[in-house]
């Protein structure tokens, strides 16, 4: 199921003595989580996105941040429940355009899969983290942030949840 969210943002981060005001449309096609699993490994996040910004993306990879805050049954929202760092140097590419976690970007991140397609208009990510610990909190509306540094943009927009016992994935 596809939910498109279009966002505006403005990030005040200086990028070649300049600031950067952007649009950007997230097509997050899978959003999955699992919580308070019985066992080690059964609490994860899925995410699998297009990220389509409005200036023209760079056709390396750079740091980037992935974070959810729910924005119910958080006392002051957003509260923020997950987050992971991808460093650039942790992802290496046979072809030029896709990107895979290397041993260093397991190592440093602890996910299972972190996967980004370059294309000339936009970048696809598919994220599986089976280490994830998420508390057992509502996330019925949560907030997904991503950050691209050296892109000089990042953006959020929240996303309706649906939950069938312990798992959490996109309403619509």
């Keep these: 199921m596809k939910k498109i969210i279009l966002l505006s943002f403005v990030l005040t981060i200086t990028v070649l003595s ?7 449309a997230v097509n997050v096609n899978n959003l999955r ?3 308070g ?19 023209p993306l760079s056709q390396t990879p750079a740091d980037s941040f992935f974070e ?12 923020l429940h ?3 760092f ?22 440093e991140t602890g996910l299972e899969r972190f996967e980004l397609k370059i294309f000339p208009d936009k970048w696809e990510i598919q994220l ?3 280490r994830a610990t998420l508390p057992d909190v509502d996330y ?16 959020c927009g929240n996303v309706p949840m649906v939950h069938n016992g312990n798992v959490w994935q996109l309403n619509g």
């Design 128 to 130: 599986l983290d089976t």
């Design 37 to 55: 699993g019985t066992s080690e490994g059964t609490e994860k996040v899925s995410l699998d996105a297009t990220i389509t910004p409005v200036t």
């Design 68 to 79: 959810i805050f729910t924005l119910a049954d958080c006392p002051l929202p957003p509260c």
């Design 140 to 155: 019925s509306e949560v907030m997904v942030c991503i950050e691209i540094q050296a892109q000089a943009f990042d953006s």
């Design 18 to 24: 300049s600031i950067v005001l952007a649009a950007l």
């Design 86 to 107: 991808i460093p650039a140097e942790g992802l290496s590419t046979t072809d030029g355009t896709t990107y895979r976690l290397n041993d260093l970007g397991r190592s």
């Design 33 to 35: 989580l699992v919580i």
């Design 82 to 84: 997950y987050a992971r």
